[in-house]
């Protein structure tokens, strides 16, 4: 274990010794584990700023559409469509072909024979939208997205590239996998390699091989508790330590599988600096060769956190992106790329 | 589950079930043979050399490139899916083997159901019963894969309005009934 991820044990110890009243009060208030307002205390700075995030996750999350142009050419189409059966929408700035849901129309969007034709894929929240942007993948790419299933991002990615070049899509899920099938066939997407396999072996299997490399982590959930709430409770910081040192053994073996010169886009669903900095700084240190550099994506983005309960993180986290619910009226949510240095 | 790359089996089904034109639409496509029952994917040639290192590592993908149908040893021989014959049909600018239906027939059909003479508006030359023919909706595109009962168009008009035209094996709404099924589930045949 290297040093960014036995720096936890001290971010526990002193989340655990503090007995801030007000920690206690939004806590009970809200009804989370006391440990985790005490850390978004630490993550934004004021109580008012932590209220309105714990009021922000009390709150539906939009949801929105990616219009899915590799089965209809005319994105215009689906949306007409969609909107005689009664949906508006609004367009989302930074996403050339999504979509917000306005107002929903008789037909569960999830049922729409426009849905079943693979007329666009439906998300639960907005954010998700923003790692292939990140990505930024072109049809001359060769693409790893390490933790694939169900497709959304593939889908995505599969997009952006035209359907041309090559992604290699992984999950270790039998169950979540027919779910990626099911995904991939009905939006019509033929550039994808499907492989069942636990990503840590994706080094062995391919070397040094990927232009461009995702990991939309498995993590806690924490930026998703409108989805979610049990999460206020069912989550304690020992189970953020373990996940912490499995996404630092998916994020080791999905570097070590990018060519040199190539992008890495790691992101997780959650707000948690174990998750997502500390991740990402124990890579940097521990695996070597690769620096931050800023995601290249049209929505603004709050910084990553490079100082927590005291302890410094490297300073080119700051360049990883975050939103939070009070700010940006989505989910919660990380994304940090990395570029391997070149030989 | 086993994969194998290569040999033209697919593209001799589509030819003589789709003609030599469409089967054209798929010249730049290599085949990759998957699982038992025999599914049948087309990848374009960029994807082999991933596929090539997986097959080097022991390993098999799960599939790669679009699904394009299943093999049979009994008739009909080959199911087309609907993506393949969606893109057929682009490639050949009509469809083909195929009942266009209104779209109340369309509501039903997505529920498994047969499709009845009554919802029928438009028949595409050759059916032939006991073989594929393809479901489309008044929008064009496929929304079901059917055996036919019927061997001309021409049989539809004297049938009764309930009498099934097409025997429904695989429908879209597969993709919210059971998308998380195991892929051998997948058609009532
Ligand atoms: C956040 S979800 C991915 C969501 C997906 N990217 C999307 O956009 O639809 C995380 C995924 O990681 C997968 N996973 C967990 N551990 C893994 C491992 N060791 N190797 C590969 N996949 C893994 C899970 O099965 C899960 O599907």
Known sequence: MAGYTALLEDVRRRVSESADPTARRLASKFGYLKYMVVRYYEMLGSWDRVEELLEAFEKPLPRAIRVNTLRF???????????????????????????????????????????????????????????????????????????????????????????????????????????????????????????????????EIFGEYFSKSLLDSPCTGEGIIQVDPTRKTKTLFEDLARAHRRQVELLTAVVRSTAPGGLVAYTTCSIAPEENEFTVAEVLESVGGVRVVKPAVEVELEPGIVDYFGIRLPEQLSLCGRTYPHTHGFEGFFVCVLEKIGP | MRCVVGGGEVFEHVARLHGSRAAEALREYVPLYCAEPLEVYLMRAELMHAVERILKSGRFPYFAGFYAGRLRSDKPRFIPSHVLLDRLYKHIGHPVRAVK??????????????????????????????????????????????????????????LREKDVVAKTIFDLGWYLRSGTVPREARYKV
């Not at chain 1, 169900?150 to 070049?165: D, E, F, S, V």
């Not at chain 2, 499709?115 to 006991?130: I, K, M, Q, W, Y």
């Open chain 2, 101 to 158: 239906i209104s779209d109340a027939g369309i509501r039903v059909v997505l529920y498994g159901r047969d499709v009845l003479a009554e919802s029928v508006v438009e028949c595409f030359e050759p059916v032939e019963a006991g073989e594929v023919v393809s479901i489309t909706g008044p929008d064009g595109y496929v929304y079901a894969v059917g055996l036919s009962k019927i061997s001309s168009c021409g049989e539809i008009g004297r």
């Open chain 1, 73 to 203: 050419g005319n994105p215009r189409e689906v949306i007409e469509r969609l909107e005689r059966l009664g949906y508006r929408f609004s367009k989302i700035p930074w996403e050339h072909h999504s979509y917000v849901v306005t107002k929903a129309g008789g037909v569960s969007l999830g049922a729409t024979h426009e849905f079943l034709l693979g007329g666009y894929y439906l998300y639960r929240g907005v954010a998700s939208l923003i790692p292939p942007l990140a990505l930024s993948p072109e049809p001359s790419d060769v693409v790893l997205d390490a933790a694939a299933a169900p497709g959304g991002k593939t889908t995505h990615i599969a997009q952006l590239m035209g359907n041309r070049g090559v992604v290699v899509a992984a999950d270790i899920s039998r169950e979540r996998f027919r779910a990626l099938r099911s995904n991939l066939e009905r939006m019509g997407v033929e550039n994808v390699v499907a492989l069942r396999v636990d990503s840590r072996k994706i080094p």
